[in-house]
């Protein structure tokens, strides 16, 4: 993806669409499209009592094992 990374001003929708990987993490995480994914994972993580760091994390190390 042209070095672009994903950060948590990203809305949930575009990092589930940009990156197959951050999509099974968000799904793993309970986070999910609602409202057309357009909120960003700051806001979406707090509002499900979640740390957007650790879900950063752990979209990062997933694409890691890709190769991404």
């Given at each position: 993806?042209?070095?672009?990374a994903p950060t948590a ?60």
């Amino acid at each position: 993806m042209s070095g672009e990374a994903p950060t948590a001003d990203m809305a949930v929708k575009d990092l589930a669409q940009r990156w197959p990987a951050a999509a099974r993490v968000l799904a793993r995480r309970g986070l999910d499209l609602c409202c057309g994914g357009a909120h960003p994972l700051s806001m979406a993580a707090a509002a499900h009592g979640q740390d957007a760091g650790e879900i950063l994390a752990e979209i990062r190390a997933e694409l890691a094992r890709e190769g991404a």
